[in-house]
């Protein structure tokens, strides 16, 4: 019997709501992300996380094999379902991930925590160059946006690329602020002012 709640992940999350949709199997979960760009909120970089995800789904009992078929020179095929308490926990994950922080750890915020271990020219050389990368996202991002809108889909099934959207324009934003205080030195450092900050600090 398990004594501790099943942990939640996005990729966990997606596969669960395939699957709340009907039976299938994992390369056709792995078929449907992709075609709904949900990849670039799931990582399935791996192909095998996804049959770890399932795997780990299946232990929790929060979803199981429905039937397994082998067709002429083909590998085993196994489909799987959701259980009732894959959905009841489904929506719990939903409630929590939509309404609480998570202590999330990305890349950047780390990086620019210790910024001060690059000289400031570097440090500003870096930041011209994630600028170039965010603002190349966004129109990439947008071009996507406005051809599913000409489709006519729904916003409903939008609201994640508006999300990114908000997301890439605020950090452009941040990052026109901080590379112009470098470049005219409103914003710098070098190691004497680092050692004097350090020891004002400890007193």
């Known amino acids: 019997m398990r004594t501790e709640a099943p942990r ?10 395939l699957l709340a949709e009907e039976p299938m199997h994992a390369y056709r979960m792995q078929q449907l992300i992709k075609e709904r760009a949900k990849d670039d909120v799931v990582n399935v970089a791996q192909r095998n996380s996804i049959y770890q995800t399932i795997a780990r789904l299946v232990r929790d009992q929060l979803a199981r094999v429905r039937e397994t078929s082998r067709e002429e020179n083909r590998p085993e095929r196994v489909v799987y379902e959701i259980t009732a308490l894959g959905k009841a926990t489904l929506e719990t994950w ?33 930041l011209e160059a994630r600028r170039t990368a965010v603002a ?15 489709m006519g889909l729904p916003r409903l099934f939008v ?45």
């Open 8 to 17: 939640r992940s996005p990729l966990a999350l997606a596969v669960l709501a």
């Open 94 to 126: 939903m409630e929590t991930m939509l309404s609480a922080l998570a202590r999330e750890f990305p890349e950047f915020p780390a990086a620019v925590s210790f910024i001060a271990l690059l000289p400031p020219s570097k440090a500003r050389a870096c």
């Open 136 to 150: 190349q996202r966004l129109a990439e991002a947008r071009i996507g946006l406005e051809r599913v809108q000409a």
């Open 159 to 203: 609201l994640e690329d508006e999300y990114r959207d908000a997301l890439s324009k605020a950090e452009l934003a941040w990052l026109d602020g901080v590379i112009a205080d470098l470049r005219d030195k409103t914003l710098t450092w070098n190691r004497a002012w680092l050692r004097d900050v350090a020891r004002r600090l400890q007193q």
